[in-house]
């Protein structure tokens, strides 16, 4: 089932290591809020959909910063144009630093059912280390919040691979995160994107990453600890307790259409991928021109089409190969016999006469398999 998206460009301050499109402040957020109301009403009615949608995501950037009633207004605006599921998941990324109670219960009052928050680290060096806008403390306050205001589906976003970090250090995060009562976990490495800060202090020498050894421990610490505590890795760097797997993420890994809005924002439909400019300038000055605020697209083929649904089904539930022939007229297994038996021989992959699928030891070397197949 599809998905729908918002980017909410604007953060407090950026952070060294990400590369998402965001600027800082909320000095146009007004200029955004029109704007973007005016992108969904528009593509509602190019795109007339008949589908039921049954996510919503709100991401950025920094949407936790929108009041209420903005929110509320971009939430109208895609209920308006789009059948939107009444139990639609509906998640609002949330930096802990920009949260208090009132603001969360009005959310949930409009219908919020998921938060994700971007903790990070529970240890106020590494925050500190990351320019993230909040404490280890007020990362634990604003979870805390979200219980109070009555969200029980939480994810947390934390990050390892932090120059330095000791699998103990990185254990204590896990823990805080259980503690906290958190329902779903995404763990990511973490990677010097080119352009950032974070890239030119690497260069620089002023910042020693992760070796790939030492990555591959808290890698593998992470998969044990979680699965000790019942939290199933649906995707290499997901995990959630039973009935808590997020439905947006879902529709990206099965292949499934959405529709983004907002500055950078990506859309697939029918076959269509296409991408927002990234600049709230150039976004809503097209938007206002009375266009689209496509920078880009394509048509995808049958062959990108079964790249990327290999690339995507094996990182996350597994690739069925039932499905892979009806959709491609082929068996993925019969087509790569040598690649595939080897990575089974290895232990790298399990391969049933329906499914063929990463093993645990396979999820360290997902993206080498992957290139390997398409
Ligand atoms: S708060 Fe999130 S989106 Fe904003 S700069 Fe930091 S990591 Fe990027």
Request: net charge negative; aromatic share 6%; glycine share 4%.
């Given at each position: 089932m599809p998905g729908l998206y918002v980017h909410v460009p604007f953060c407090e301050t950026k952070c060294v290591y990400c590369d998402f499109y965001s600027v800082e402040g909320m000095d146009r957020e007004a200029a955004f809020l029109t704007?973007?109301?005016e992108e969904i009403d528009r593509r509602g009615d190019a795109l007339q959909a008949k589908e039921t949608f049954t996510s919503v995501f709100f991401g950025g950037g920094t949407p936790s910063?929108?009041?209420?009633?903005?929110?509320?207004?971009l939430l109208s605006a895609l209920?308006?144009?789009?059948?939107?599921?009444?139990?639609?998941?509906?998640?609002?990324?949330c930096n802990p630093g920009t949260v208090t109670r009132g603001k969360l219960e009005d959310y949930r009052a409009l219908g919020v059912n998921r938060l994700s928050f971007g903790v990070q680290s529970f240890h106020d060096d590494d925050l500190r280390?990351?320019?993230?806008?909040?404490t280890a403390r007020e990362a634990e306050d604003g979870i805390a919040l979200a219980r109070e205001a009555g969200f029980e589906n939480v994810n947390l976003d934390l990050m390892f691979s932090l120059p330095g970090q000791t699998p103990a250090r990185?254990?204590?995060?896990?823990?805080?995160?259980?503690?906290?009562?958190?329902?779903?976990?995404?763990?990511?490495?973490?990677?010097?994107?080119?352009?950032?800060?974070?890239?030119?202090?690497?260069?620089?020498?002023?910042?020693?990453?992760?070796?790939?050894?030492?990555?591959?421990?808290?890698?593998?610490?992470t998969m044990d600890t979680l699965a000790s505590w019942g939290f199933a890795q649906y995707e290499v760097s997901n995990y959630a307790l039973e009935g808590y797997a997020c439905r947006h993420n879902l529709t990206y890994w099965r292949h499934e259409d959405y529709l983004g809005f907002g500055p950078s924002a990506h859309s697939t439909w029918k076959r269509r991928r296409s991408w927002n400019v990234s600049s709230i300038r150039a976004w809503a000055e097209q938007i206002a021109a009375g266009g689209d605020a496509f920078s880009g697209g394509e048509d995808l083929t049958d062959a990108m089409l079964r790249a990327e649904h290999i690339s995507l089904r094996l990182r996350s539930e597994g690739i069925r190969r039932s499905v892979?022939?009806?959709?491609?007229?082929?068996?993925?297994?019969?087509?790569?016999?040598?690649?595939?038996?080897?990575?089974?021989?290895s232990g790298l992959l399990e391969i049933s006469d329906d499914f063929v699928r990463l093993t645990r030891k396979g999820m360290l070397v997902c993206e080498e398999i992957c290139l390997g197949l398409t």
């Open positions: 704007r973007c109301v910063l929108l009041r209420a009633e903005q929110l509320g207004a209920r308006r144009n789009f059948t939107v599921a009444e139990d639609a998941e509906t998640t609002v990324e280390f990351l320019s993230r806008i909040h990185w254990l204590h995060n896990l823990e805080r995160a259980r503690a906290l009562g958190t329902t779903h976990l995404s763990c990511y490495s973490l990677t010097v994107e080119k352009g950032t800060p974070l890239a030119v202090m690497v260069e620089r020498g002023e910042v020693r990453t992760a070796s790939e050894d030492s990555d591959a421990q808290l890698y593998e610490l892979f022939q009806k959709m491609f007229g082929s068996d993925i297994v019969d087509d790569n016999p040598a690649l595939l038996r080897q990575c089974e021989a």
